[in-house]
């Protein structure tokens, strides 16, 4: 099994940063791959930014060039770096990892909040 926990989310202005992480533990030898989602109130959870384990990152459209995901190995934490938010991207985020031999692992999520 792989265990995330995430951290980092808050209430922020519109135009303010946040970075949010998200710590694995446990089977972190099976993970091929990390990302964020996010669930907004009476929508559907959305990726909003995932990393495999050469690097290779990914965006939705509406997250682009503002936001960055990465990721320490030596720490097995991966981060997302939320610059210029709006308040659309207030929701609840979740850490996801995809591993070889444990599947998709969820985090408890964290919220964050934008205010206009």
């Known amino acids: 099994q792989v265990q995330l926990v995430e951290s980092g989310g808050g209430l922020v202005q519109a135009g303010g940063s946040l970075r949010l992480s998200c710590a694995a533990s446990g089977s972190i030898y099976s993970i091929t791959a990390m990302g964020w989602y996010r669930q907004a109130p009476g929508k559907q959870r959305e990726s909003v930014a995932t990393?495999?384990?050469?690097?290779?990152?990914n965006y939705a459209d509406s997250v682009k060039g503002r936001f960055t995901i990465s990721r320490n190995s030596a720490t097995n934490t991966v981060y997302l770096q939320m610059n210029s938010l709006k308040p659309v991207d207030t929701a609840v985020y979740y850490c996801?990892?995809?591993?070889?031999?444990?599947?998709?692992?969820w985090g408890q999520g964290t919220q964050v909040s934008v205010s206009s």
């Open positions: 996801n990892a995809i591993g070889r031999d444990t599947g998709v692992s």
């Open positions: 990393i495999t384990l050469g690097g290779i990152t």
